[in-house]
């Protein structure tokens, strides 16, 4: 009964979710593509074009955990409606940028107007899913980032070629893509249950199945789970998993915000190729996602799949940045760096939310994505800056790659100083599997 019931709330929810992340991975990275034109419009050079890029992670930081308590505090639907409307003008407004400074202060209002919105999306996800579906079901919904490039990609190609009304194509871009998040903020608004008491396309039956499985995980889970609002921001575990996840995600944004312009820089492609080429990475990365994290349930075994990702994408990562006098093989390390670091990500979330129940749930996640999400500043913009001052990207990817390492470390000493977080994870990663999986 359980399967069933969670296959029904996934084929409910996950569409939907997944085309909000979609969108907001593609409001928040299409910047990649626009660079290709928009950099010598505007005499931006590789320094500043990354501080910029990443420079949307600190306002990200700043209101994160307060959107977050706000989200507890409205609901999920209309507090992820309000993140996408406002998201969305900023992203269009991204077309008037004039140089530096205005480049510099809409990519950190971007970062303001959408934080919150990935941490409460994952709180959103705790409160409809048991632990033993987490994995998957997270994996699903993160098939939106490399669906956005995936997609992103020939539609940001054919909005670059735009030129109409003495706007450039990187201009168009901003614009057309930034108008579908304003509409869809309006969709979450109008249909985006709260809880399962609020579906009406569950039977009475199935929100108490739910009602009560998550309720026996709650009292099931570690101390924390009963900490308040201020004292899970003091937990030393909930800081390593900040740690943890800031690593991956240099290495995912050090990846999406260079990858088209380290493309471009093997020679002989244009700008349409050079984005095209991206496609194929992010497609193998759809496919590592779901299998991994539907790996990761199967076993019941989070730290060591968490770990093994992050240390080989970080080592593969580390070993690109080297062969910088061999192009096309540091680029294909590169790209597999990028597949093993990205494998973490399904994983990573299910630990904070097997050890993070009740009050501390919301507050203590938007931590955890807050200060993980400096990663994204520190990609991008250590890229960039190696790269103005040597000529190439070589040691700017080996600094990437030594963060992403260091995840992988940090998981295996959480598991060794924190005996019972591992407890935690599992208890909950097996206690709402199905005696097939169990086995499997």
């Not at 409809?128 to 940001?156: C, D, E, N, T």
């Not at 399962?196 to 396309?201: G, H, T, V």
């Given at each position: ?30 910047v ?6 928009m ?38 639907r ?11 003008i ?22 303001f ?14 409160v409809?899913?048991?632990a ?19 997609l ?5 190609t054919?909005l670059?070629?735009?030129d ?5 194509g ?19 608004l ?11 396309w ?7 199945w739910?009602?009560?499985?998550l ?6 889970a570690?101390e924390?789970?009963?900490a ?16 943890i ?13 260079w ?25 193998l ?8 994290g539907?790996?990761?349930d199967l076993s ?7 770990a ?27 790209c ?6 990205f494998?973490?990500?399904?994983v ?23 200060v993980?999400?400096?990663?994204g ?16 990207y ?24 924190s ?20 086995a499997g």
């Amino acid at each position: 009964m359980g399967d069933r019931i969670c296959r029904k709330v996934a084929w409910r929810l996950l569409p939907l979710l997944v085309a909000c992340y979609f969108l907001s991975f593609l409001d928040r990275v299409n910047v990649s593509y626009a660079s290709l034109t928009m950099n010598a419009d505007l005499g931006l050079s590789a320094t500043a074009y990354g501080l910029g890029a990443g420079i949307f992670f600190i306002g990200y930081l700043l209101f994160e955990v307060p959107s977050n308590i706000l989200l507890k505090r409205f609901g999920p639907r209309v507090w992820i409606a309000r993140i996408m409307i406002s998201w969305g003008i900023i992203s269009s407004c991204m077309a008037l940028v004039q140089g530096e400074t205005s480049f510099y202060v809409l990519r950190f209002l971007l970062g303001f107007a959408e934080a919150g919105f990935f941490p409460g999306i994952v709180y959103y996800l705790s409160v409809w899913f048991p632990a033993a579906w987490r994995g998957r079901i997270i994996g699903s919904f993160l098939v939106a980032l490399p669906l956005s490039s995936i997609l992103g990609a020939p539609l940001s190609t054919f909005l670059m070629g735009m030129d109409h009304l003495g706007l450039a194509g990187w201009q168009w871009l901003f614009i057309l893509e930034g108008l579908p998040t304003i509409l869809m903020g309006a969709v979450v608004l109008l249909v985006l249950p709260n809880k399962p008491d609020d579906a009406r396309w569950l039977a009475d039956e199935e929100k108490a199945w739910l009602n009560g499985t998550l309720e026996r995980e709650d009292r099931a889970a570690t101390e924390t789970s009963h900490a308040s609002i201020a004292q899970a921001l003091t937990v030393p575990k909930i800081w390593v998993m900040a740690f943890i996840y800031m690593g991956i995600v240099v290495g995912l944004y050090g990846f999406t915000f260079w990858v088209p312009q380290i493309t471009k820089s093997l020679g002989g492609l244009s700008t349409t190729q050079a984005i095209l080429i991206t496609v194929v990475p992010n497609l193998l990365a759809a496919g590592v996602l779901v299998a991994w994290g539907r790996r990761s349930d199967l076993s019941g075994e989070r730290i060591r799949n968490l770990a093994m990702p992050a240390l080989v994408g970080g080592t593969l990562f580390m070993a690109s940045g080297q062969m910088a006098s061999r192009p096309l093989l540091s680029y294909v390390l590169f790209c597999a760096g990028f597949l093993a670091a990205f494998a973490a990500f399904p994983v990573f979330w299910t630990v904070p939310m097997a050890v993070l129940r009740g009050s501390a749930a919301a507050a203590g996640i938007a931590l955890i994505n807050s200060v993980g999400n400096l990663g994204g500043f520190l990609g991008p913009y250590m890229i960039g800056a190696v790269k103005d001052r040597t000529g190439d990207y070589g040691m700017g990817i080996v600094a990437v790659g030594a963060f992403v390492a260091l995840s992988g470390v940090l998981t295996l000493l959480l598991a060794r100083l924190s005996p019972d977080t591992g407890r935690a994870l599992r208890q909950a990663a097996l206690s709402g599997a199905a005696p097939s999986e169990r086995a499997g």
